[in-house]
């Protein structure tokens, strides 16, 4: 059984460092007298994908699945050779923008919470975290947030894992005749830029309650859930 077990854990492993190690294109596949049908059966996901209808398909692909789908027949070109370096250099030079044009706007400064930070996806959060964010939270302002809890014993995500909310207020762990508020992010795969806005919105009212009255008002009479995976 040891020896199953072991087995198992190297091809996971082994699994995992293959898939980080792939290179991702955006890539324009031909379609040129294939079928629609043709292409799905390599495997490739076209719910994500720009469409010209009888022409191409576009979408970001691995260096596996593009070799899948060139094995099948299809002609390929590559419109980005490394979506990964592309979209990193795009955002380092729209924050270069942000920051120029909020230099010289006259647009309230609202001061970015001291516990928000980028994550290691791109700038954006992993799975893990995000937990470390609720747990950070919990810890710092127990008087203002719950710790996480799931949203059920039986719901979860696709890869079976629980769904965590919280509650801001000023009373937590009560229960009161208040106007309840739902704010949740990732509704939709490939959405971590709006799980990166309701964190650093949770930061921001749980690290200004202090001091900021409006702040006050609206966590003192609401009583507001945060579902940062649904």
Request: aromatic share 12%; with cysteine; hydrophobic share 35%.
């Amino acid at each position: 059984m040891k020896s199953i077990i072991t087995i198992v854990l190297l091809v996971l492993i082994n699994a995992n460092a293959f898939a980080q190690s792939e290179k991702y294109q955006k890539v324009r596949i031909w379609l040129e007298g294939k079928t629609v049908s043709s292409l799905a059966q390599t495997g490739v996901d076209l719910s994500e994908t720009h469409y010209r209808k009888g022409l191409y398909f576009e979408t970001d692909l691995s260096t596996s699945e593009l070799n899948s789908v060139s094995n099948a027949g299809f002609r390929t070109e590559v419109l980005i050779d490394d979506v990964k370096q592309f979209y990193k250099q795009r955002n380092e030079q729209q924050n270069q923008k942000t920051s120029a044009v909020m230099s010289c706007s006259s647009a309230p400064d609202f001061p970015q919470p001291a516990h928000f930070g980028y994550g290691s996806m791109g700038g954006f959060f992993t799975y893990q975290e995000l937990l470390n964010n609720l747990d950070s939270m919990a810890s710092l302002y127990p008087n203002l947030i719950t710790v996480k809890q799931p949203i059920s014993n039986t719901l979860t995500t696709v890869e079976g894992r629980p769904i965590f909310y919280v509650k801001i207020s000023d009373n937590p762990n009560l229960t009161e005749p208040e106007p309840e508020v739902l704010y949740t992010a990732l509704h939709h795969c490939r959405e971590p830029n709006g799980m990166a806005a309701v964190i650093y919105y949770m930061w921001y009212l749980l690290e200004n309650y202090a001091t900021n009255t409006d702040i006050q008002q609206l966590v003192n009479n609401t009583e507001m859930y945060f579902c940062a995976l649904c």
